[in-house]
């Protein structure tokens, strides 16, 4: 099914370790975005890119990362895992430029645990 | 100043009868849209509906509406005839600007339950 695709759906880290969390759309979509989800507060933009080689600081981009490593593909890096960052995280994509009823399209989401 | 603004936690509604859940928003821009995602306890983002500022008509999809009321910076999700499957999260979300995919704000959520 056309849409996107975050992998893995379930991490669980010990505090100090990194990893890299993948994002892949399929709908030729020029902007992608990685989100985190929070209780009670909603989803907070980390990072954006624009476009195929782009990238941009979100509202919360401390102690991350992204690499856009082609126009399907958006990823995010925790170099060294904290407890505040267990979360679930949301990557997302749009079509840029289109204006009007273009939201996101999201993917299924990443649960992940900092221990 | 938030951008979104959810003040209902949680509701609950009996089954088949019509539910708004509130939004307002804060904006200087003009140009600006207005979404609904819906997230059931699978978690995924599912989208509903769409009003961008410059619609006269509120924006219907099935039995969801938009009710906007642009001078007070409100737009409701109004659900009518509420099912089991409509308990979920529900965020309201803005995007500043025609072209502004950056500018994408989601409201703190509310979550609903239906009762049968």
């Known amino acids: 099914n056309a849409g996107v695709t975050q992998t893995p759906k379930f991490q669980v880290l010990k505090t100090g370790q990194s990893m890299t969390l993948q994002c892949a759309q399929d709908?030729?979509?020029?902007?992608m975005y990685w989100y985190r989800q929070d209780p009670g507060m909603g989803l907070r933009l980390i990072y954006y890119?624009?476009?195929?080689?782009?990238?941009d600081k979100g509202e919360v981009p401390n102690g991350y990362n992204v690499s856009r490593l082609n126009k399907r593909e958006f990823s995010l890096r925790l170099e060294s895992a904290a407890p505040s960052q267990t979360s679930v995280y949301f990557c997302?994509?749009?079509?840029?430029?289109?204006?009007?009823?273009?939201?996101?399209?999201f993917g299924s989401g990443t649960r992940l645990t900092v221990v | 100043a938030q951008k979104i603004t959810q003040t209902q936690p949680g509701m609950f509604v009996q089954e088949k009868e019509a539910v708004t859940l509130d939004c307002t928003y804060d904006t200087s821009d003009q140009s600006y849209g207005l979404f609904w995602y819906k997230q059931p306890s699978s978690g995924e983002m599912i989208f509903l509906i769409y009003q961008g500022s410059y619609d006269e008509q509120n924006a219907t999809e099935g039995r969801y509406s938009l009710n906007f009321q642009k001078a007070r910076k409100s737009a409701n999700l109004v659900i009518s005839a509420s099912q089991l499957g409509d308990s979920a999260m529900y965020f309201c979300?803005?995007?500043?600007?025609?072209?502004?995919?950056?500018?994408?704000?989601f409201g703190s959520g509310t979550k609903l339950n239906v009762k049968p």
């Open positions: 997302a994509s749009a079509p840029q430029g289109a204006g009007g009823n273009y939201g996101y399209t």
């Open positions: 890119s624009a476009s195929e080689g782009t990238t």
């Open positions: 979300a803005m995007r500043e600007g025609r072209y502004n995919f950056n500018k994408f704000y």
């Open positions: 709908m030729n979509h020029n902007s």
